[in-house]
């Protein structure tokens, strides 16, 4: 048995964690609403506020497990739509699950397959119990709702399973994300009735797209259904910064400080910060990888573009800061170089450091919450990138 678990049912083999002790909240900023804490799951603790790295197919993009290990990553993201076409539920179930068949002992959380869906716009149709669509492999079609998402995440066995819903388009008019809202809080409220894997979490979403009050109202609906933690949904899907931020906050407002609050697909650093300062916990995002390929390199005084031909005889490394093993070993040159003769190796060393870069931060911001200077850390990111650190609202929890 593990240990914060106790049996429910016997016949199923379900189980829960304890709730009073699933999310620890350890420090809290005297001027912000920004928090460090520990979320427990069945695969060890994770400490908050965290960045996941996306790993969509059961993989990281150019990255094993061990080297993911070797950056200290101590979760991932997996995607229930892709796994369930490919390789299929009858393959991974006869591996033993997601954590054996992709060889990582380390907490999991698995979007549902709500935003994937949204994403096929041209080969959906939206039914009052789920989505029917065609497979982007084979033009096959697929069926995918509340009890198909939460079935497929029981067999993968994540530590984390989010509920479906529907992500609507972000220029869409109210009534369309008012019927998409209840859509999603009546979907929630059904994947709250599915079994789930032993020690299975499983967080609501809210949705409301760029209406305040529709998203407040989500988050009011989900905490009375009561899940394990709260996702912040229907953001970071092409709209301007101002409406993404604002979406951020209201579904941020009406969630209860006792459960981890996640920002889905939110990436950019300055938004993470800002985010934190809100009091959001968790964060996933395709960027350190996606950029990494495309040689788009972060460090301590912004973005590196290692393709310029400015690296291409540059003997030092990305950042003279950076101490990850890309930076202690190799320089701009050699990264050009295998940048330009498309070699995989060059994608691996990118996404090292890009990693790096983002857990180093991550760690760091903790540390700062820690040690009661958040507001300092904050200033100094943006001072070393030359940049002026941007007023922060009070009243929503943040520094001015």
């Known amino acids: 048995m593990l240990p914060g678990f106790e049996p429910i049912d016997s016949w199923n083999g379900e189980c829960f964690l304890d709730k009073s002790g699933m999310f620890e909240i350890l420090e809290e900023d005297a001027h912000s609403g920004a928090r460090t804490g520990i979320l427990h799951t069945a695969h060890g603790p994770v400490e908050t506020?965290?960045?996941?790295?996306?790993?969509?197919?059961?993989?990281?993009?150019?990255?094993?497990?061990?080297?993911?290990?070797?950056?200290?990553?101590?979760?991932?993201?997996?995607?229930?739509?892709?796994?369930n076409l490919r390789p299929g539920m009858d393959v991974i179930e006869a591996c033993g699950g997601l954590h054996a068949f992709m060889g990582w002992s380390r907490p999991i959380l698995t979007d549902s397959g709500g935003f994937q869906v949204f994403s096929l716009a041209g080969l959906r149709k939206i039914r009052d119990d789920g989505v029917e669509f065609n497979s982007h492999i084979d033009g096959s079609r697929v069926f995918l709702g509340p009890v198909e998402a939460m079935r497929i995440q029981r067999i993968l066995g994540s530590d984390i399973a989010m509920v479906?819903?529907?992500?609507?388009?972000?220029?869409?008019?109210?009534?369309?994300?008012?019927?998409?809202?209840?859509?999603?809080i009546a979907w929630a409220a059904n994947c709250s009735e599915q079994l789930r894997a032993p020690g299975q979490l499983v967080f609501g979403i809210v949705q409301g797209g760029?209406?305040?009050?529709?998203?407040?109202?989500?988050?009011?609906?989900?905490?009375?259904?009561?899940?394990d933690g709260y996702a912040v949904g229907g953001v970071s899907v092409g709209e301007p910064e101002d409406v993404l931020l604002r979406g951020m906050e209201q579904g941020v407002a009406e969630l209860p400080p006792d459960r981890p609050r996640y920002l889905m697909g939110v990436g950019r650093m300055s938004q993470i910060l800002k985010a934190v300062a809100l009091g959001v916990d968790m964060f996933d995002c395709v960027m350190p990888t996606?950029?990494?390929?495309?040689?788009?390199?972060?460090?301590?005084?912004?973005?590196?573009?290692?393709?310029?031909?400015?690296?291409r005889s540059y003997n030092g490394p990305v950042d003279d800061e950076c101490d990850c093993y890309t930076c202690k070993?190799?320089?701009?040159?050699?990264?050009h170089h295998?940048?330009?003769?498309?070699?995989?190796?060059?994608?691996?060393?990118?996404?090292?450091?890009?990693?790096?870069?983002?857990?180093?931060?991550m760690a760091g911001l903790r540390r700062s919450l820690e040690e009661g200077t958040f507001a300092g850390f904050v200033d100094e990111f943006y001072a070393k990138r030359g940049m002026k650190t941007p007023p922060l609202d009070e009243n929503s929890g943040a520094r001015e």
């Open 49 to 83: 506020p965290v960045f996941m790295p996306v790993g969509t197919q059961a993989s990281v993009k150019a990255m094993s497990p061990a080297e993911l290990e070797s950056l200290d990553v101590p979760i991932l993201l997996g995607n229930t739509y892709h796994l």
């Open 338 to 361: 295998l940048d330009k003769c498309k070699e995989i190796l060059g994608a691996t060393l990118n996404s090292i450091h890009n990693l790096h870069y983002y857990q180093t931060l």
């Open 164 to 184: 479906f819903d529907e992500c609507p388009p972000h220029e869409c008019t109210r009534d369309y994300a008012c019927q998409s809202m209840e859509k999603s």
């Open 210 to 227: 760029a209406f305040d009050d529709l998203r407040r109202h989500c988050a009011r609906e989900l905490v009375g259904i009561g899940f």
């Open 290 to 311: 996606r950029n990494a390929r495309n040689s788009h390199l972060f460090t301590s005084k912004g973005v590196l573009k290692i393709r310029n031909a400015a690296n």
């Open 329 to 335: 070993n190799f320089s701009r040159a050699y990264l």
